[in-house]
């Protein structure tokens, strides 16, 4: 199985400054219809997971043009440009590219400094 | 909108059977393939089982294969997953994701999630 590898694992920021949560996979995660399945999801407190990047660096519906995701193979990257208070939360990473089964990264805590 | 709706979670003694639902409304269930997610207390997201849009495949973890079978009722709208030989480690969040990807998985709505909690 792809084993993802998010860090940090805890990420202190404070409100309006940038931050960068990075996963890494196992394997390079390019499939051979020329996409790479990598996609980030984000938890508040209390509720479910919600799709943020798909494919790497594809916004989902909905989601603030703060978020942003890039990378390629095995390195990548989710950056928010300005954090703001409703971005608290946990961030993980999941590969889709070599599956069943899918996998997520540890998830990384983002929380106000 | 798309509104997925988990139920059927409780406290079940180790070794007993549950069955979990969830019920889709807002789309075509029917054309999409669907996912079980779980999440133990305080711990990360672990996928559990796939089962494709017309219900011709499905797929499970290492960890529950032979014990979790996932299903789906196309007229109505629902979808299950029928758990056997329970144990504390299937303790978690269990969460119904529809998948709207036509090659890899695109985990588009989550439900709510349902608690399952398994303890003598």
């Known amino acids: 199985d792809v084993v993802m590898t998010q860090s940090p694992l805890s990420l202190p920021v404070t409100l309006g400054q940038p931050a960068s949560i990075s996963c890494r996979s196992s394997?390079?995660?390019?499939?051979?219809?020329?996409?790479?399945?990598l996609n980030w999801f984000q938890q508040r407190p209390g509720q479910s997971p919600r799709r943020l990047i798909y494919k790497v660096s594809n916004r989902a519906s909905g989601v603030p043009d703060r978020f942003s995701g890039s990378g390629s193979g095995t390195d990548f990257t989710l950056k928010i440009s300005r954090v703001e208070a409703e971005d608290i939360g946990i961030y993980y990473c999941?590969?889709?590219?070599?599956?069943?089964?899918?996998?997520f990264g540890q998830g990384t805590r983002l929380e106000i400094k | 909108q798309v509104h997925l709706v988990e139920s059927g979670g409780g406290v079940v003694q180790p070794g007993r059977p549950l069955r979990l639902s969830c019920e889709a409304s807002?789309?075509?269930?029917?054309?999409?393939?669907m996912h079980w997610i779980r999440q133990a207390p305080g711990k990360g997201l672990e996928w559990v089982a796939v089962?494709?849009?017309?219900?011709?495949?499905?797929y499970y973890a290492d960890s529950v294969r032979g014990r979790f079978t996932i299903a789906r009722d196309d007229s109505e709208n629902t979808l299950y997953l029928q758990m056997n030989r329970l144990t504390a480690d299937d303790t978690a969040v269990y969460y119904c994701v529809r998948d709207s990807g036509v090659q890899g998985p695109e985990l588009d709505y989550w439900g709510q999630g349902t608690l399952v909690i398994v303890s003598s």
């Open positions: 089962i494709w849009f017309d219900g011709s495949k499905t």
């Open positions: 807002g789309y075509t269930f029917s054309s999409y393939g």
């Open positions: 394997q390079s995660l390019l499939y051979s219809d020329g996409n790479t399945y």
């Open positions: 999941m590969q889709g590219t070599h599956w069943p089964p899918v996998t």
